[in-house]
Every structure is written in structure tokens, then in C-alpha cells.
């Protein structure tokens, strides 16, 4: 008897409950606006890193150093792709 009155009190409070539409927070269009500044900024490090990696490695093949620039070139890249791909990443998380 208990069991029942609190499923029934239960199936009350979650009718009047509804389902809620989402609403953006106070400033969202701030916060937004600085994430794509910021993303921005990361994808123009991004080119920036591979042109100096770019750039090194030709003056090391040049003067004949050691090879430390195909590294720079192959982090330059993984960091973009997860730069890039963050976002959906976030989307992939959250809208489990």
C-alpha cells in the first residue's frame, strides 16, 4: 500500500514536471563569440607551426643537421586534428 501511494505520488510529480525546453545561459553569446576566437587562434598556430616546422626542415636537409623538424611537423598536425575535432568529440560525450 505504501508502495503504491508513492509510485502514484511519483507519476504525479514527474506529470507536472513536463519536459523542460533548453534555454541559453546569460552571455552565451560572449562565452561562444570567445571560444571561436579561440579556436581561431589555435588554427592559426596550428599553420603557423607547420610552416616553421616546414622552414627548419629545409634548413636542416640544407646545412645537414639532425632531423628534429619531422617531429615538430607530426605534432603540429595530431594537435590540429584535436583542436579540431574537440568539439565533436564534446558532442559525441554529451549526447550519449
Known amino acids: 500500500m505504501i508502495l ?14 513536463g519536459n523542460p525546453t533548453p534555454e541559453a545561459p546569460p552571455l552565451a553569446d560572449k562565452i561562444l563569440q570567445f571560444v571561436r576566437f579561440f579556436t581561431w587562434f589555435i588554427l592559426l598556430g596550428g599553420v603557423v607551426a ?3 616546422a616546414g622552414g627548419r626542415f629545409a634548413w636542416e636537409k640544407w646545412s645537414g643537421g639532425g ?9 603540429a598536425m595530431i594537435g590540429g586534428v584535436v ?7 564534446m558532442n559525441a560525450v554529451i549526447n550519449v
Open 4 to 17: 503504491a501511494a508513492a509510485y502514484d505520488m511519483y507519476g504525479t510529480v514527474v506529470a507536472q514536471v
Open 83 to 89: 583542436a579540431t575535432s574537440a568539439g565533436t568529440i
Open 50 to 52: 607547420i610552416v616553421y
Open 67 to 75: 632531423l628534429q623538424s619531422p617531429k615538430m611537423v607530426a605534432g
